[in-house]
């Protein structure tokens, strides 16, 4: 079974500075990973993916988040904090597509809400 | 494309009645997926389709909960009779197979929600 571990329900950072989400899984198989974001009253937009390849994925605003397999994190990044960046964040795990029978599914954490402090 | 549409935006109903919530996916996409997401349990998945055909509904709460997906381009989700703890805001979101994507999109499209609530 795979699941997902956020660190921190929420997070408060100053404009400028880094930002640091939390998120640890656990899968018997390689997994897909996934950043999402969910600002006020929107639905979830991806941030980034890891599938295969470079183990430091770059997704959009600025964000990017490392694969790392022995410490089965896959933490996300920001050198410098915006305003607009206060929102939820929802880290997620799916099987890779050599479990067949598992599809596209999706397993989200519980999101970690952002800050962000002028 | 539109991304994927769900309709109402906000829904409110009394204890009782009957509500249906509508989603279109994106076109060619052919998972399928409705979530619940409030306060207290975050997002749960209630049930997913794949290519039209249900495959998990082990999220779905109660038997007043059901599903249905008649063709490739909508499904809907309807609670009869509603509660006032069936208060959340529903979130269709689609998405191709993994691996049949070759310009690796990956992942879920969302749509924008209901908000739900019986009073």
């Known amino acids: 079974a795979q699941s997902v571990t956020q660190l921190g329900s929420h997070v408060s950072v100053s404009e400028g500075a880094l930002v640091l989400l939390r998120c640890n899984y656990s899968?018997?198989?390689?997994?897909?990973l996934f950043w999402y974001v969910q600002y006020p009253n929107q639905g979830l937009q991806l941030l980034l993916k890891?599938?295969?390849?470079?183990?430091l994925v770059k997704g959009i605003n600025g964000f990017e988040a490392e694969f790392k397999k022995s410490e089965t994190s896959f933490h996300l990044t920001k050198p410098s904090a915006h305003m607009s960046d206060a929102a939820e964040y929802f880290c997620?795990?799916?099987?890779?597509?050599?479990?067949?029978?598992?599809?596209?599914?999706?397993?989200f954490g519980q999101g970690t809400e952002l800050s962000v402090k002028p | 494309d539109a991304g994927v549409i769900q309709s109402p935006r906000h829904e409110v109903t009394e204890m009782g009645q009957e509500v249906t919530l509508r989603c279109k996916p994106i076109?060619?996409?052919?998972?399928l997926f409705w979530y619940r997401q409030t306060m207290m349990r975050g997002l749960e998945l209630l049930i997913y389709?794949?290519?039209?055909?249900?495959?998990?509904d082990s999220g779905m709460p109660e038997d007043r909960f059901s599903a249905k997906m008649p063709n490739a381009s909508f499904s809907t989700l309807k609670i009869q009779p509603s509660e006032p703890r069936d208060s959340a805001v529903y979130f269709c979101?689609?998405?191709?197979?993994?691996?049949?994507?070759?310009?690796?999109?990956?992942?879920?499209?969302f749509g924008s929600g209901t908000r739900l609530t019986v009073v």
């Open positions: 389709f794949n290519n039209n055909v249900p495959i998990d």
């Open positions: 076109s060619g996409h052919d998972y």
């Open positions: 899968s018997s198989v390689p997994p897909y």
């Open positions: 997620a795990v799916s099987p890779a597509p050599a479990i067949y029978n598992q599809g596209g599914k999706l397993i």
């Open positions: 890891y599938t295969t390849g470079a183990t």
């Open positions: 979101a689609s998405s191709f197979s993994w691996g049949t994507d070759t310009t690796l999109n990956y992942g879920y499209t």
